[in-house]
């Protein structure tokens, strides 16, 4: 991306805390079902890449495991982010970053919400709006451009 | 128990299904998709199949299905003209030899195919649209077409008797995004569908069309909506999860004779029925309107059916009483596309208890419903 000026030049970085998973007999099983928790869905999305910045979200605290919350049993999963600063444009940029690591990754059966976590941002609500419109993330997705900076972002997230 | 019996699974789509429309007559269905393309489905033999004589037993609900079954067959693809998402399809009203598909590539493209022609050929390429375009609609006439989309606008065109259509007017009044379009039954009005929470009903005033009334309430995006057949009533649903019933009342009367001044035509329309959010628990997408039978009483005003993201297809009677107007809850299909999204619920005019339903599994199917 060439922007000169950065939205947030001076963001916070946090340590990654890292938290070994440990394992039980069921996880070796074939037959028994897996479900799909918040910590699974945070693995998918705390190395997603900023767009300003060669940070992942999860130093810059912009994606917590605590605002994840996953029904496995209904299919829902709603991710709350963190903008850096309440005026970030990068924002619905973000938002849409996560929602399509999240459709190539999880089941096609999950409804996934995606929301600014409340009081973080100036335009959470146009925000929240954009971000969980189907048709425009649909729409979203069909623009070259725009694929091409998600996926940058994506890249070091696999 | 009232019920919805699936009667064909219509397979083929590479992506999500958008929209699913009936023919005139009834007897064929168009669907439009993320694949880029438009079909059009017929059954083998369509008497026989909405009389429910097929010979075969209904078949059972099967959220798996996936092949295309029940006699139906594809019978049309047009793959050729759009580069992005089709997002909308209409056939003519009055000869049925028309098609209309809107795109997210921005424009609306008019098919035609002569008869015992070929193929759909391509007669007209309706452009003007910054974005995508969300959907069309064709005036009861036949000669006007309406378009609109994630520009804000609402455009109507006139159809010039050769296949091709002008522009008259380009409406710059939604302040977000504009999802859907409908003509009114049997008056000249159109009702556009909005991001920005409102429903627009749009009159010709003999100069320039221009918004009739504004219709607020909803909390959020309002995806669409359906008129009554007599076109007494509207029907709205939104991304609040509530269903709303509109009605037309007489606007007041502007003064005295010698008011002097010139006043907007105007339209008071008022909301007489919500269904709760409660009902719904995700965001509604389509809504459809089944009039009430020949012979029913008097306030009998039909069936109304919604395709949801939660997934399910639910049934509502409505009933006028009074004033207002009271809607009930008699069935929900849960998983009408498995687990997907249903985008689009279309009650057959021509046949009625017949549903036609699409979703994001790539999938149409004909529902039977029995009361």
Known sequence: MNITQKINDAPLVYAVLSQARESSASDMDDSVHDPIDAEEVYELIRSINDPEHPLTLEQLRVTNREHIVVDDGAGRVLIEFTPTIPHCSMATLIGLCIRVRLLRSLPERFKVDIRVRQGTHQSEGDVNKQLNDKERVAAALENTYLLDVVNQCLATAA | ?371
Not at chain 2, 252 to 267: E, K, N, R
Not at chain 2, 291 to 310: V, Y
Not at chain 2, 317 to 334: C, D, K, M, S
């Open chain 2, 1 to 371: 128990m009232a019920r919805l019996v699936l009667n064909a699974v219509l397979a083929g789509h590479e992506g999500r299904v958008w929209q699913a429309s009936w023919d005139t007559a009834g007897d064929r269905l168009a669907t439009c998709s993320g694949d880029r393309s438009a079909r059009i489905w017929t059954p083998l033999a369509p008497a026989l199949f909405f009389a429910g004589a097929q010979g075969a037993e209904a078949m059972e609900l099967d959220a798996g299905e996936q092949q295309t079954s029940g006699s139906w067959q594809c019978v049309e693809t047009i793959d050729n003209a759009h580069k992005r998402t089709v997002r909308s399809v209409a056939f003519e009203p009055t000869q049925g030899r028309a098609l209309a598909t809107a795109s997210f590539d921005g424009t609306t493209a008019i098919w035609e195919k002569e008869p015992g022609g070929d193929a759909y050929e391509c007669m007209a390429t309706l452009e003007g649209h910054e974005n995508e375009a969300k959907s069309v609609a064709w005036s009861p006439s036949g000669q006007l077409l309406a378009t609109c989309g994630r520009d804000k606008s609402v455009w109507i065109w006139e159809s010039n008797g050769e296949g091709d259509f002008d522009c008259i007017s380009v409406l710059m009044e939604h302040l977000q995004d504009v999802k859907m379009v409908l003509w009114h039954p049997t008056d000249e009005l159109l009702a556009s569908f909005s991001y920005d929470n409102t429903i627009r009903i749009w009159k010709d005033d003999g100069d320039d069309w221009c918004t009739a009334a504004t219709l607020t309430g909803h909390m959020s995006t309002v995806w669409g909506g359906a008129f009554s057949p007599d076109g007494r009533y509207l029907a709205s649903v939104s991304d609040d999860r509530t269903v709303r019933i509109w009605t037309q009342r007489a606007a007041a009367a502007a003064g005295g004779a010698d008011a002097g001044f010139y006043v907007q035509p105007t339209l008071a329309y008022e909301c007489v029925a919500t269904v709760p959010d409660s009902v719904h628990t995700r965001a509604i997408y389509s809504v459809s309107w089944c009039g009430p039978a020949a012979g029913a009483p008097a306030d009998d005003l039909g069936l109304l059916a919604t395709g949801c993201s939660d997934n399910a297809v639910r049934i509502f009677r409505v009933a006028a009483a009074g004033a207002r107007v009271g809607v009930e809850l008699v069935h929900t299909l849960e998983n009408a596309h498995g687990l997907s999204d249903v985008n689009c619920v279309q009650w057959n005019q021509a046949h009625p208890g017949w549903l036609a339903t699409c979703g994001d599994d790539g999938t149409a199917r004909i529902w039977r419903f029995e009361p």
